[in-house]
């Protein structure tokens, strides 16, 4: 196929305030570098939304439609589930968000199971997993969800971080001086948008409880609090609940919250870190890109996972990260931190394992894979039309 047109379908999110927006930029940057036409095509929330989205796309005269599904890039409208009948094209979905949500809740589980086993609606995404010609990934766990509920088998496109490793970055003791963080400081760092359901109060106490066996441990909150998720009034609100969460565990000298930095110094700041930990209140997957940026800068991680939740292929406890087999629950952070302070070599093998998680992944080369799935869905569609 000598040249591709591809209508990249998301939604209105500012991608300084949400991951999958600042991944769709990317992406469709590196769509470009390899001669690929995009067509950029923004669907508002609802029907009048899905509407527009269709005449653009029809006039588009795109080979095929890539939809960037995640139920907050689109207001959570089950609109752009029909983006499959009215696309007049082979159609390619990513999910970036999936095993939580439904268009329909009030709709019982029996009933979606009998609709997603004949592929004629699935409860996230309505029909834009049945009527797409392939469905892509980021990370295992929502390809195994998607395999049990639809027997839809995922190709993968797996995120990337969503801060580069900064190699002119000042050394450790200027940026730890910059930050206010001692220079001698065992220092933890979360990194991402900070909400409610990123566990950091679990995160806070477990540093406090273990101040008298580690009195240099120190805790850096490393993001904004604004995000697409999070309203600015939300988000202030809830800074104001931390820090008052911070004061109450007796932490204020150990806890560090800096809001909002560029990605340079965010880069120099994981630099400066010892450790990584992202304790999720849902468990921590690769579609984090937060996550895979710590892993990239090689920090040794930790990570949480719901216990009713399966191993996460990637994340294996003692390889790559040490994983807190719970979520809510201070007693497993401590315990997890307390391996990765006391066991220098547990830090330098999962921090090398993660590392490899990363390594080679570029965004030249996840837009060269999505091209062979574009190609593939259009020869298909020729072939069958």
Same mark, same amino acid.
């Given at each position: 196929m000598?040249?591709?047109r591809?209508a990249l379908?998301?939604?209105r999110?500012?991608?300084?305030h949400?991951?999958v927006?600042?991944y769709?930029?990317?992406?469709?940057?590196?769509?470009d570098?390899?001669?690929?036409?995009?067509?950029?095509?923004?669907?508002?929330?609802?029907?009048?939304?899905?509407?527009r989205?269709?005449?653009?796309?029809r006039?588009?005269?795109?080979?095929v439609?890539?939809?960037?599904?995640?139920?907050?890039?689109?207001?959570?409208?089950?609109?752009?589930?029909l983006?499959?009948?009215?696309?007049?094209?082979?159609?390619v979905?990513?999910?970036?968000e999936?095993?939580?949500?439904s268009?329909?809740p009030?709709?019982?589980?029996?009933?979606?199971?009998f609709?997603?086993?004949?592929?004629?609606?699935?409860?996230?995404t309505?029909?834009?997993v049945?009527?797409?010609?392939?469905?892509?990934?980021t990370?295992?766990?929502?390809?195994?969800?998607?395999?049990?509920?639809?027997g839809?088998?995922?190709?993968?496109?797996?995120?990337l971080p969503?801060?580069?490793?900064?190699?002119?970055?000042?050394?450790?003791?200027?940026?730890?001086r910059?930050?206010?963080?001692?220079?001698d400081?065992?220092?933890?760092?979360?990194?991402?948008?900070?909400?409610?359901v990123?566990? =950091? @109060?679990? $995160?806070? /106490?477990?540093?406090?409880?273990?101040?008298?066996?580690?009195?240099?441990? #120190?805790? &850096? !909150?490393? *993001?904004?609090?604004?995000?697409?998720?999070?309203?600015?009034?939300?988000?202030?609100e809830?800074?104001?609940e931390l820090?008052?969460?911070?004061?109450?565990?007796?932490?204020?000298?150990r806890?560090?919250?800096?809001?909002?930095?560029?990605?340079?110094?965010?880069?120099?700041?994981?630099q400066?870190?010892?450790?990584?930990?992202?304790?999720?209140?849902?468990?921590?997957?690769l579609?984090?890109?937060?996550?895979?940026?710590?892993?990239?800068?090689g920090l040794p991680?930790?990570?949480?996972?719901?216990?009713?939740?399966?191993p996460?292929?990637?994340?294996?406890?003692g390889?790559t990260?040490?994983?807190?087999?719970?979520v809510?629950?201070v007693?497993?952070?401590e315990t997890g =931190? @307390?391996? $990765?302070? /006391?066991?220098?070599?547990?830090r330098?093998?999962v921090?090398?394992?993660g #590392?490899? &998680? !990363?390594? *080679?992944?570029?965004?030249?080369?996840?837009a060269a894979?999505h091209?062979?799935?574009?190609?593939?869905v259009?020869?298909?569609?020729a072939?069958?039309?």
């Amino acid at each position: 196929m000598t040249h591709l047109r591809v209508a990249l379908v998301h939604g209105r999110a500012d991608p300084a305030h949400d991951g999958v927006a600042d991944y769709t930029v990317h992406l469709a940057a590196a769509l470009d570098r390899r001669g690929v036409d995009v067509v950029d095509v923004p669907v508002d929330p609802g029907p009048l939304g899905l509407l527009r989205a269709a005449r653009h796309l029809r006039a588009s005269r795109a080979d095929v439609a890539h939809v960037q599904f995640a139920p907050s890039a689109f207001g959570f409208s089950g609109a752009p589930g029909l983006l499959g009948d009215v696309a007049g094209m082979p159609l390619v979905t990513t999910l970036h968000e999936y095993g939580w949500w439904s268009v329909a809740p009030k709709v019982p589980d029996a009933v979606w199971t009998f609709l997603e086993r004949r592929r004629l609606a699935d409860r996230e995404t309505g029909r834009l997993v049945p009527r797409s010609a392939a469905v892509l990934t980021t990370n295992g766990d929502h390809a195994a969800t998607l395999k049990q509920r639809c027997g839809v088998e995922a190709g993968r496109a797996p995120l990337l971080p969503n801060v580069e490793v900064d190699r002119d970055a000042p050394d450790r003791a200027t940026t730890r001086r910059a930050l206010g963080v001692p220079a001698d400081a065992e220092l933890v760092v979360f990194f991402g948008f900070v909400h409610p359901v990123k566990g =950091l @109060r679990y $995160l806070v /106490d477990a540093v406090a409880r273990l101040a008298d066996e580690h009195p240099a441990l #120190h805790l &850096l !909150v490393l *993001g904004g609090f604004t995000s697409l998720a999070l309203p600015a009034d939300e988000a202030a609100e809830f800074r104001d609940e931390l820090t008052a969460h911070v004061a109450a565990a007796g932490a204020q000298d150990r806890v560090t919250i800096t809001g909002h930095r560029p990605a340079g110094e965010v880069s120099a700041a994981l630099q400066a870190a010892d450790l990584a930990a992202f304790p999720f209140t849902a468990g921590a997957t690769l579609k984090s890109g937060a996550l895979l940026a710590a892993l990239d800068h090689g920090l040794p991680t930790l990570v949480t996972r719901r216990a009713d939740a399966p191993p996460d292929p990637d994340l294996v406890d003692g390889e790559t990260v040490v994983v807190a087999p719970e979520v809510r629950d201070v007693d497993v952070l401590e315990t997890g =931190l @307390r391996r $990765l302070l /006391d066991d220098r070599d547990l830090r330098g093998r999962v921090a090398a394992g993660g #590392h490899a &998680l !990363v390594r *080679g992944h570029d965004w030249d080369a996840l837009a060269a894979s999505h091209v062979r799935t574009y190609e593939e869905v259009v020869t298909a569609c020729a072939a069958s039309c």
